[in-house]
Every structure is written in structure tokens, then in C-alpha cells.
RNA sequence: GCGCCUGUAGCUCAGUUGGAUAGAGCGUUGGUCUCCGGAACCAAAGGUCGGAGGUUCGAAUCCUCUCAGGCGCGCCA
């Protein structure tokens, strides 16, 4: 027998919205609509008969036998109404009895509500395929915005990033599945001191004019985001071997931000030609943007300014007149901020403590400061707007745009205005980004600064076992980490280009020894499609505030908890339609009718396919489970739990070679509804389902 | 010094914001196949949930203390 497999879901909140809205596209949301269902008729129940309002809490019991769904709420009622567990939950199963589509209810334990659903109405309201992709143009509530990938365009993308991106896409797929309309905006520090280093070593380190920088970041060959990943690494050297070079930067660093110098347009060479790098590293990964807004922009368009005045007519910030941030203009901590932790209490001394500086004393602004001016713009608070110009078309047509300091050409969508904004951001920024948040609210903004969430996530290292395969030396103390921080600087990392041609290499080999008949086209997308579905899922399988060590064992890995054991399942499944036709037999929806789901559902024969198809239809709670906690993992988990069970159940039941028709139409019904949700689950993960495997 | 995060099986990690007998993958050992393709399935072994108190019907989960590790705390980004 197999084991039952714990699904972590709950419901403590209802989804009345949800409901309504699925229900109007279509989308079958059956297990979220019972669960809602259920939690309001018991909360009215006691609120009824005992006169208070419970928490309902509906989740599941621990086993299958036990039901189908468990309500755990006579035992805190007991304490209130001074009456036994066990006689209060007889009263709520018997209350719930009569709700439509529970088919029984019991009384376990200490007080547990236990509901088996009727199967087949359940199943009979599954049949409905999911319409992927149905829901972006139609749904309410306002636009979302996502922030994520922010690499600094000097040098090629690395692992750390694609965890980034891993997340974020993903995090915008579910938020479009669940009916969303969502922004995905990628922010280009276009004009930070890490390009700067980059400007700094084509011109003075290699001593290159402008045409050549040009002409190497046009050279396809070239590899010019390798290059920088490269040059960068000298440049920190050669700046850290003598303190006077410094200067060479800072110098740099100003041309850079007052435009129409050698070095700002050496810069735009270089961060142009890096984002269309690193766009197409993410393509692979099957991650797109909208929208690419860059920081020239926030410094040309004088977002800065505007959020200056509003930061000085709130008096959110104030000119510091004494101590070490004499000069500066420095936000204020209020109680609320300080609650949350923000504030430097090592300054205590010197009378610079609870302030963060915006503005330096030489009239600079900091980092901070031009994040709150484009959070602002992010809400629509700013009263500015960027101009815009296409940058790239994908190849499915749609088109990224870049912000721009002149009006462009096309006629772009509405940018910006959201109404809730992600940004997801390393977990070592939060202290930043809760800065951000605080300076929303000095302005007045509570509600935007509850609606900012840092989608917060821990880092990639390296495993020193990894850094040994790369013959990158370690030493002593650092071996005894149980990881290694990857350091751009030092050019110490992973390259996500050379971490994708590594696992599609691996994969060829795999489809190469199955499919030595086939094209090699045909193998090479193959190839491609699992690669990709093994590292989005390696990626995407530790919960957000896990430190990923990575090792290429487990990333190269095919076999177990990871992408292509999920593939795998769907193509299984697809490969039962594909023999029945090869058979010349047919799959008859029609003949699976309810009299047909009711008899092959049926306890305790039916008990291993209902278990199936109700963790299949559990589609919806995971994806707003998901969105609720940040949490895209618990997606990676709930796909690879149902290709567990149905490789389980492939193995233990024959479908073609079944004697009863009945029988066997249910049998390729109910594996054309798993089959429909992990595609559906895959695609919410961004992984594809390769034609074979 | 202050703040945040983490500690669960040999290893890597889940664990439904307090619920019923703590789970998975890898690894180990032993099984399954004239098959809808084995990138699969089944089983066994393996846990004082870092430690100590507390809160209550009930704690891996909440509180306090403590030990160990990580990350932040700049007129860098």
C-alpha cells in the first residue's frame, strides 16, 4: 500500500473572492470551494447554537481512513462553553452533515470533525480543464507589481541570481494563475559604482577607447559578459593595490552620473550590452520582464528631486546640524520604525543614533534615497513618470521595455501604479528595505508602506566540496564553513551560462542513450527542457530563508525529489493516450459519467484513486497557500508529491490492457485530470513538459 | 554591543501560523520487471525535533533563558 502522503494546507482564511472569480472563468477550484464552503456553515453553526465566534480551522486528518477533510474546533469550544469536547463536536458533525457535498461526518479523538466529501459529486466537478493563462486581462483588485533579477549589469549572471529569478517568476506565475494582474520590473543600477569599476578597467587597466568597447561588446565570440565577470575581478584588484586608484573611480563614479562624459557613455556600452546578456540567460529559464527601469533615469528625470521635497515637506528627513552626520540630511526613527528593528544603536555615542543618511553631506544621495523615490513611483505617489522605449521583443511577440529620459517610439502600456509591490530582494537587504518602507510611512503612506513586501530570500553559497571541483582554493578557516559566500568582486562563483551548459550536457547524455533513434533536434529540446526543468526546481525546492549550498551533485541530479521526476510522470501519463491511439482505441469522456465515478470511487475499492484525485485537486490551495506565505516551495513540494502518487498508482494499476470498458475509461479520465494538473503545476513553476523522455 | 534568521534521521531538507502515531529525497540494505518506457515502484533500518524551563486539553511550532552557527547594523550599493 502507499503511504499517505501529508499535504501541508490549511484554510484559516476563506477565499470568497476567489470563488467568485474562478467560478466566473471557469477554473475549477473545487477544493477551495468546499473548504470555504464548510468553514461558513460551521462558523455560522456555533455562532448559531453557542452564541461566539470560533476560528474554524479546516485542514486534514492524519490519515486518509479518517477523512477527508478535519475540523479541529470542539476542543477550544469545550474550554468556552464548559461542556465536553466530544459532545460539542457531535453536535457540529451532526450541523454538518447536511451541507452539500459532505457525504459523512465523524467524531475522533479528543474532539476532531471529520468530513468525508460525497466522491463522485466532487469528481464529477473536476471534469472541467483548467484554462491556463485565462486570467490576466480580467481579474480585480488592482495591478502587482514585481520587482526581482536586479543583477548589476557589469558582468555575467550567477547562481545567486538565478535563485533570484527562480523565485520571482514564479512568484509572478502564481499571482497571474490566481486571476492577478501582475507588473514583473527589473531594476538596472545602470549607473552604480559596480559599473563604474568595469568603465574604469576598459579605460585605464586595458586602456581601450570607446569604438573598442563597442566593438567587443557587438562581438558575439567575445562572450563580453564573461569578459566583465573577468575584468571586474582585476579591476578590484588593481584598486585595492593602491588606495590612490580610488580616486580613479570615484572620478568615474560622477562622469558616469552627469551624463554625456566618455565615461557615462562607455558605461551605457557596457550595461546595455550586459542586460541583453543577462535577458538572454533568463530566457532560457523561461524569465521575462516588462519592464526594465533604470537608474539614469531616476537620476535624469530627478525622481530624486521630487521625493526630496515631499521627504522635506513631511519633515521625514532633517538637516543634521552636530555630530558625525553633521551636513547630511538624515530620516528621523519614529516608534514604529524602531519596533521594527531600524536603527544603528553602535552610534550611540556620538549622538547619530536611530537616523539613517539620505542625502550626504556633499549633496549626493545615497542608495536608500533613490529606492524610496522609485518605491514612490512604484505606487504612483511620486507625481513623475519615466519616458519609454522598446528594448527587446521575445520570441513569443511580447515586448520588454526600458525607461528612457525622452519620450520614445511605440505606445508602451501604463507603467507603475500598483497597487501592492514585491521586491524580491537577498534577505541581507532587509534592513534597507525596511528603511524604504519607513520612509512611505513618514510620508504619510501607511497603507503603500504595508503594501511594500520584501520578498525576501537567503543566498546561494558554495559548498566547499564545490569550490574543490572548481579548483578554487580554499583556506583552512574557510574549509572548516560549512559554505562559501560567492563574491562577484573576486569572481568567485558559478556562472549561470556555464551551470546551464553543464546540466544540458548531462541531460543530452541521459535522452542520448534512450532516444539514439531520434533526431538530434529532437533530443537537444528534450535535453533543454529537462536541464531547465532540474535547475528551476532545484532551485525552487528549499523554502526562501534556507541558505542553498550548492553542489553539483544535487543540481545535476535527475532522480528522486527533483524537476525531471515530475516531468517524467506527465509524460507517462501522456504516453497511455499516445499507446491507446497507436491501439486505435478511444478515450470517451462522455462514458465516465456519474453513475461511472460513483462506482469505481466507492470506499474502500475506489480509495487509492479518490486519494489521487483529491490531492490532485488541490491545485488551488497550494497556489494561494503559496502566495499567502511567499513561499513558492511549497508548489515544488505539492508537484512532486502528486507525481509521487500517480507513478504510485501507474505502477500498481494496468489502464490499456483493462478488460472492463467502464472500468478503463474511468481509469484514463482520472489520469487525464492528474496529467492536467501537474502540467498546470509545472507551468506554475516555469518548467515545461518535454514530448518525451 | 544591538537586531534578524537558522538548529528536525548519516547527509540535504519539508512540516498546513498550536492539533491526532514527526515526513520526504539522497545514501545504506533487501525486494519488484516478458512493462501504459526502470529518469520508476515497494520494504527495512535510521529521530531525547540543539538544551532547560514555562504557557494549555494539546508544543517541532508560542514565551523566557541558554548553547551553537549565519547574516545585518557605512556620508557602499
Request: aromatic share 10%; glycine share 6%.
Amino acid at each position: 500500500m502507499r503511504k499517505y502522503l501529508p499535504l501541508s494546507l490549511s484554510a484559516r482564511h476563506s477565499y470568497p473572492n476567489s470563488v467568485r472569480y474562478f467560478k466566473r472563468i471557469g477554473i475549477s477550484i473545487v477544493y477551495l470551494f468546499m473548504q470555504s464552503r464548510i468553514q461558513q456553515a460551521a462558523r455560522e453553526f456555533v455562532l448559531r447554537q453557542y452564541g461566539v465566534e470560533a476560528s474554524v480551522v479546516v485542514n486534514r486528518p492524519p490519515r486518509v481512513e479518517m477523512g477527508d477533510l478535519a475540523l479541529p474546533l470542539a476542543m477550544e469550544l469545550a474550554r468556552k462553553l464548559r461542556r465536553p469536547p466530544r459532545q460539542i463536536a457531535e453536535e457540529v458533525a451532526a450541523a454538518l452533515r447536511s451541507v452539500a457535498g459532505v457525504a459523512k461526518a465523524d467524531v475522533a479523538g479528543a474532539g476532531y470533525v471529520n468530513l468525508f466529501l460525497d466522491r463522485a459529486a466532487y469528481a464529477a466537478q473536476l471534469g472541467a480543464p483548467l484554462e491556463a493563462g485565462a486570467s490576466a486581462t480580467t481579474a480585480a483588485g488592482g495591478k502587482l507589481i514585481v520587482e526581482h533579477t536586479n543583477i548589476n549589469p557589469n558582468k555575467a549572471a550567477h547562481i545567486g541570481h538565478l535563485r533570484n529569478a527562480a523565485l520571482g517568476d514564479t512568484f509572478v506565475r502564481l499571482l497571474r494563475a490566481r486571476g492577478h494582474t501582475v507588473e514583473v520590473q527589473n531594476y538596472i543600477d545602470n549607473t552604480g559604482v559596480q559599473v563604474a569599476d568595469v568603465v574604469v578597467g576598459f579605460l585605464y587597466l586595458e586602456q581601450k577607447k570607446e569604438e573598442d568597447v563597442a566593438r567587443l561588446a557587438q562581438d558575439p565570440a567575445a562572450r563580453f559578459d564573461y569578459y566583465c565577470w573577468d575584468l571586474y575581478a582585476r579591476v578590484t584588484r588593481f584598486l585595492a593595490e593602491d588606495s590612490a586608484r580610488l580616486e580613479l573611480r570615484n572620478r568615474t563614479l560622477q562622469e558616469i552620473e552627469e551624463g554625456h562624459t566618455l565615461a557615462a557613455r562607455v558605461a551605457e556600452i557596457v550595461s546595455t550590452a550586459i542586460v541583453r546578456r543577462h535577458l538572454a540567460t533568463m530566457l532560457r529559464l523561461n524569465v521575462r520582464y516588462d519592464l526594465l527601469p533604470r537608474e539614469s533615469e531616476i537620476l535624469h528625470l530627478r525622481f530624486w528631486d521630487q521625493a526630496f521635497e515631499l521627504l522635506q515637506e513631511k519633515r521625514a528627513i532633517y538637516l543634521e546640524t552636530e555630530g558625525k552626520n553633521k551636513g547630511c540630511w538624515v530620516m528621523r526613527q519614529t516608534e514604529g520604525n524602531r519596533e521594527q528593528g531600524i536603527g544603528n544603536s553602535a552610534e550611540e555615542e556620538d549622538g547619530g543614533q536611530d537616523t539613517k543618511v539620505i542625502v550626504r553631506s556633499n549633496g549626493t544621495v545615497t542608495y536608500v534615497g533613490k529606492d524610496i523615490a522609485y518605491q514612490l513611483w512604484k505606487f504612483g505617489l511620486l507625481g513623475k513618470n519615466f519616458f519609454y522605449r522598446p528594448f527587446e521583443t521575445y520570441p513569443d511577440g511580447r515586448t520588454v521595455w526600458v525607461s528612457s529620459s525622452e519620450p520614445g517610439s511605440g505606445s508602451p502600456p501604463a507603467f507603475g501604479q500598483g497597487q501592492k509591490v514585491y521586491n524580491v530582494i537577498d534577505v541581507r537587504q532587509s534592513y534597507l528595505q525596511k528603511i524604504v518602507a519607513a520612509g512611505l510611512r513618514a510620508l504619510g503612506y501607511t497603507e503603500q508602506a504595508d503594501r511594500s513586501i520584501h520578498f525576501s530570500y537567503e543566498m546561494v553559497a558554495l559548498s566547499p566540496r564545490c569550490c574543490d571541483e572548481m579548483g578554487i582554493e580554499l583556506s583552512a578557516e574557510e574549509r572548516q564553513r560549512p559554505f562559501i559566500e560567492v563574491s562577484g568582486r573576486k569572481g568567485l562563483g558559478i556562472k549561470a551560462d556555464d551551470l546551464l551548459d553543464r546540466l544540458l550536457e548531462e541531460a543530452y547524455k541521459e535522452v542520448l542513450s534512450r532516444h539514439s533513434d531520434q533526431p538530434d533536434d529532437f533530443r537537444r529540446r528534450i535535453a533543454q527542457q529537462i536541464a531547465i526543468g532540474a535547475l528551476r526546481y532545484f532551485l525552487l525546492r528549499y523554502t526562501c530563508n534556507t541558505i542553498i549550498a550548492f553542489d553539483f551533485h544535487e543540481a545535476l541530479s535527475f532522480e528522486g525529489e527533483t524537476g525531471p521526476y515530475v516531468q517524467y510522470a506527465v509524460v507517462r501519463a501522456r504516453n497511455i493516450f499516445r499507446k491507446l491511439e497507436e491501439e486505435g482505441g478511444r478515450f470517451d469522456e462522455n462514458a465516465v459519467t456519474p453513475a461511472v465515478l460513483e462506482r469505481f470511487l466507492a470506499a474502500p475499492e475506489g480509495d487509492a484513486f479518490w486519494e489521487l484525485l483529491y490531492q490532485a485537486s488541490q491545485w488551488d490551495a497550494v497556489a494561494e497557500l503559496a502566495i499567502a506565505t511567499t513561499e513558492p516551495a511549497a508548489v515544488a513540494k505539492y508537484a512532486f508529491q502528486l507525481a509521487q502518487g500517480f507513478n504510485n498508482f501507474y505502477h500498481r494499476f494496468r489502464i490499456l490492457t483493462e478488460q472492463d470498458e467502464a472500468r478503463k475509461m474511468f481509469l484514463l479520465w482520472l489520469v487525464k485530470r492528474v496529467e492536467d494538473r501537474l502540467t498546470t503545476t509545472l507551468d506554475l513553476l516555469g518548467i515545461e513538459v518535454p514530448e518525451a523522455m
